[in-house]
């Protein structure tokens, strides 16, 4: 009797168990916190608090997906909830103080969080300042700025203004598809256009992109300037569903987005990940721990506990991953 054919060699079937671990397995961890939080508690399934649960962390997914394209780079920018306050702030003064039309002022805080991502792009590319350090000084910068114009005080949008938070498509958050649209078309922006082609060989290795002739400098600027135009986005919808300006807008949202960013699969060291599924991912990996938890009545101080966990496995995953350590990355400049 003839063999058809050989069984598969145990080094096969590993190898091809650690490649759908790498491919699927963040899928898998996601169910199963869904899964948990379904099970340990009454209402986290329901339609409703899904929805609730997509509509806060639409801004996270905003900021995080112009903070991904900076990462992928090779980049880094922790100054994207610094930037989203101040650019908030600003419209908010705007409005409140001068009687600026909303629509104006809402164009205004777009320009700021251009403006702020130029600041940071100039810090970087011009002065060549290490990213790490350039956005931790603007990060502080730019809270200040905020916390002078507001003398740290609360302030309040418009009633007018606040209606646009209660528009909604079939019970669903206008805010939920503007993000998704936004994540969409960075997306298409990274994967189908020579700007994200490029930005990825830069990910992949500065030097070695600048050597076959690629504009480095002006790249790495206008992903700065992305980051921070996506960061006031992100600003404006937080604060149209707070429905204020506090002097604790921002804080810690530079961390979340960035572990969103790496949770989600992209690799700090560059040149590898997808936007979409890292980005939405990310965010909703860390909103359903969120959320889940408060249904459970946990400590507050549980969700950090947790969260610093899932972000030390993702770095330490990322880190063991081969052949990423690329020349020029931030992780290898620092």
Do not use: W
Not at 252 to 275: D, H, P, T, W, Y
């Amino acid at each position: 009797m003839t063999r058809t054919g050989t069984p598969a060699s145990p080094t096969t079937g590993s190898a091809r168990l650690r490649h759908l671990a790498r491919r699927y397995g963040f899928h898998v961890v996601i169910l199963a916190i869904f899964v948990f939080f379904s099970l340990a508690t009454q209402h986290f399934h329901e339609i409703s608090n899904l929805i609730s649960l997509v509509h806060a962390m639409s801004p996270l997914m905003v900021i995080a997906s112009g903070l991904a394209l900076v990462v992928i780079a090779g980049q880094l920018d922790i100054s994207v909830g610094s930037a989203a306050f101040l650019s908030s702030t600003v419209g908010a003064i705007l409005m409140v103080r001068y009687g600026v039309n909303p629509l104006l002022a809402c164009l205004a805080i777009l320009a700021v969080g251009a403006l702020l991502g130029a600041i940071n792009g100039f810090i970087v590319v011009i002065m060549g300042v290490n990213p790490l350090i350039a956005t931790l000084g603007t990060m502080i910068a730019f809270r200040g700025a905020a916390l002078q114009l507001t003398a740290a005080r609360t302030i309040d949008l418009p009633d007018g203004v606040l209606r646009v938070n209660d528009l909604s498509i079939a019970s669903i958050p206008i805010d939920v598809f503007l993000a998704l649209a936004i994540v969409i078309a960075m997306h298409l922006l990274h994967r189908s256009t020579t700007f994200g082609r490029h930005i990825t060989a830069i990910g992949n290795g500065a030097e070695l992109a600048q050597r076959i002739g690629l504009p480095v400098r002006r790249l790495v600027f206008r992903n700065f300037v992305l980051c921070g135009f996506l960061a006031s986005v992100g600003g404006l919808m937080s604060t149209l569903q707070i429905g204020s300006v506090t002097a604790y807008m921002g804080i810690g949202l530079e961390f979340n987005a960035v572990a969103a960013v790496v949770v989600g699969g992209i690799s700090l060291f560059g040149g590898r990940g997808s936007i979409l599924q890292g980005v939405i991912l990310g965010a909703l990996a860390f909103e359903m721990i969120r959320n889940g938890l408060n249904h459970l009545g946990a400590n507050p101080y549980a969700y950090r506990l947790v969260s610093g966990t899932v972000i030390f496995v993702a770095m330490y995953a990322d880190a063991l991953k081969p052949s990423l350590r690329k020349p020029g990355s931030i992780l290898e400049r620092t």
